[in-house]
């Protein structure tokens, strides 16, 4: 058996296979790398942990949740944009690189040998999840805000990148939290929070928001994007948090850079109003190695992640 990246993978089922085919898949795989039989005792062991872990609803749950990290997934390679192989990023005869309006390539492609994590139809989606509720006090101006930057996402920036994938709702792996939303294309990750303030000037000094002479803090992202960096080594991952104005006006509030704090400085946690939201993820998405591409494991990953 090839090294598989998730659980998963190593017993060759679906993301969202029943028991019954947990218990089938494990037999089979179990059959094949046994020692007795003439496996390899290294992947019996994964075999063994795989099923261990999805045979047991909560372990299976908080292993989603963790977006797989618990799994030897492969070792990423130094490049551009941090860990993928070759041949997932291998460009388009003649030498051209890819572009964001070429056609949309999955990876490793559904007609190919194995079993695919997910169906082709939940891979074709752009968007999934929606706002939820979390508990029972959930305010419903965040869940309006989160419906108004989805709105703002898929009519403004998926259009112009068809293999972008848009995910509402994750868990935040490495701190209690959630994330409003994800941005996957190629192999490069935008985490998006979002607030709504009135118009005006704002000046941003990379920690707070500046407003005659009053701080507003914007949402925490560093810790998310620290947390889903190290969940997806093979990803290039950055934060913004865009400003939405009450009405609606995607060019308002307008927000100053103090030097070093615009997205144009490399930044891996941005602030924006929503017109530079959508410029600077249509570039960031769309200039990657391979922004053609939908890595069909990670977004596995990431739809197990949601709440």
Do not use: C
Not at 44 to 61: G, I, K, N
């Amino acid at each position: 058996m090839s090294p598989a990246r998730t659980h998963y993978e190593v017993l060759g089922i679906h993301r969202d296979a029943t028991v019954p085919e947990i218990k089938a898949a494990y037999r089979r795989a179990a059959r094949m790398t046994h020692p007795d039989q003439g496996g390899d005792a290294a992947q019996f062991r994964l075999v063994s942990l795989a099923y261990q872990t999805l045979s047991d609803p909560s372990a299976r749950t908080a292993y989603d949740r963790s977006y797989g990290t618990t799994s030897a997934y492969r070792a990423p390679s130094s490049d551009d944009d941090a860990g993928f192989s070759a041949s997932s990023r291998a460009e388009p005869s003649g030498g051209r690189r890819s572009t964001a309006t070429d056609p949309v390539r999955y990876v490793p492609p559904f007609d190919g040998p194995g079993q695919p994590v997910i169906e082709q139809a939940v891979a074709d989606r752009q968007i999934h999840g929606a706002p939820r509720k979390r508990g029972f006090f959930t305010p419903q101006s965040r869940l309006a805000r989160e419906a108004r930057t989805v709105r703002l996402l898929s009519s403004k920036a998926l259009p112009q990148l068809p293999a972008a994938r848009l995910v509402n709702g994750l868990h935040s792996p490495l701190e209690r939290g959630f994330i409003d939303h994800a941005v996957l294309a190629g192999y490069r990750l935008a985490l998006v929070s979002s607030m709504v303030l009135p118009r005006g000037f704002y000046r941003w000094d990379g920690d707070a928001l500046l407003r005659d002479g009053k701080h507003l803090e914007p949402p925490r992202m560093a810790g998310m994007v620290r947390g889903m960096q190290e969940a997806f080594p093979e990803l290039n991952v950055t934060g913004w948090t865009v400003i939405h104005s009450g009405d609606d006006n995607l060019h308002e509030p307008v927000i100053d850079y103090a030097r070093g704090a615009d997205p144009a400085s490399g930044k891996t946690v941005n602030v924006v109003n929503a017109a530079n939201l959508v410029r600077e993820l249509k570039m960031f998405l769309g200039t990657g190695p391979t922004p053609n591409v939908v890595d069909v494991p990670v977004l596995a990953r990431l739809l197990g992640g949601m709440y």
